[in-house]
Antibody, heavy 121, light 109 residues
Framework: EVQLVESGEGLVQPGGSLRLSCAAS????????MHWVRQAPGKGLEYVSA????????YYADSVKGRFTISRDNSKNTLYLQMGSLRAEDMAVYYC??????????????WGQGTLVTVSS | EIVLTQSPGTLSLSPGERATLSCRAS???????LAWYQQKPGQAPRLLIY???SRATGIPDRFSGSGSGTDFTLTISRLEPEDFAVYYC??????????FGQGTKLEIK
């Protein structure tokens, strides 16, 4: 059974940093691109970042470019999102999601349960 | 940059009725690379449709997707109580990849 479990939930002050993790199991993690998607309270889904299966290619939405870093450790079956210079508008539930394909960035067939990031002084 | 606009914002229907949700793109979506997701309160989104018309594993056949180019539709043929949720479309064919529509809330009338 495919499972994605996010962690790293927390309250951080504006300008602060936080690292999210997503532990994967039930599939060959190193064979799939992975993504982060966020959802602000009461709002819709916003695509945040993506990373290729081997970590060699990454993508960031303009809203987080230069502040967030996506990475993965295939030996630990874990996806990360390092968030810096956090702003109030970054407050959201962050979901990790598996790409449905191994060799490209497409749609998301499995999602984690989400982890809440609160940005407030 | 492709922008996806979903309509209506809210759709009020009764169980047993037919639901038609629209997703319109500001530019043509490459190769019908469009997906639909369902999200219930407090839950993660669930993949329903990919490639504009292919049902994901385990999705009931009352859900169907259609369309191409800039106009796409998700149809639920006969609403069940568990179908009332928010629905999002997503395009994955053009940059910026992964763009979502703003969502359609399907509520019980």
């Amino acid at each position: 059974e495919v499972q994605l479990v996010e962690s790293g939930e927390g309250l951080v002050q504006p300008g602060g940093s936080l690292r999210l993790s997503c532990a994967a199991s039930g599939f060959t993690f190193s064979s799939y691109a992975m993504h982060w998607v966020r959802q602000a309270p009461g709002k819709g889904l916003e695509y945040v970042s993506a990373i290729s299966s081997n970590g060699g290619s990454t993508y960031y939405a303009d809203s987080v470019k230069g502040r967030f870093t996506i990475s993965r450790d295939n030996s630990k079956n874990t996806l990360y999102l390092q968030m810096g210079s956090l702003r109030a508008e970054d407050m959201a539930v962050y979901y990790c999601a598996r790409d449905a394909h191994s060799s490209s960035w497409t749609y998301f067939d499995y999602w984690g349960q989400g982890t809440l990031v609160t940005v407030s002084s | 940059e492709i922008v996806l606009t979903q309509s209506p914002g809210t759709l009020s229907l009764s169980p047993g009725e037919r639901a038609t949700l629209s997703c319109r793109a500001s530019q043509s979506v490459s190769s019908s690379y469009l997906a639909w997701y369902q999200q219930k309160p407090g839950q993660a989104p669930r993949l329903l449709i990919y490639g504009a018309s292919s049902r994901a594993t385990g999705i009931p056949d009352r859900f169907s997707g259609s369309g191409s180019g800039t106009d796409f539709t998700l149809t639920i043929s006969r609403l069940e109580p568990e179908d009332f949720a928010v629905y999002y479309c997503q395009q994955y064919g053009s940059s910026p990849r992964g763009t979502f529509g703003q969502g359609t809330k399907l509520e019980i009338k």
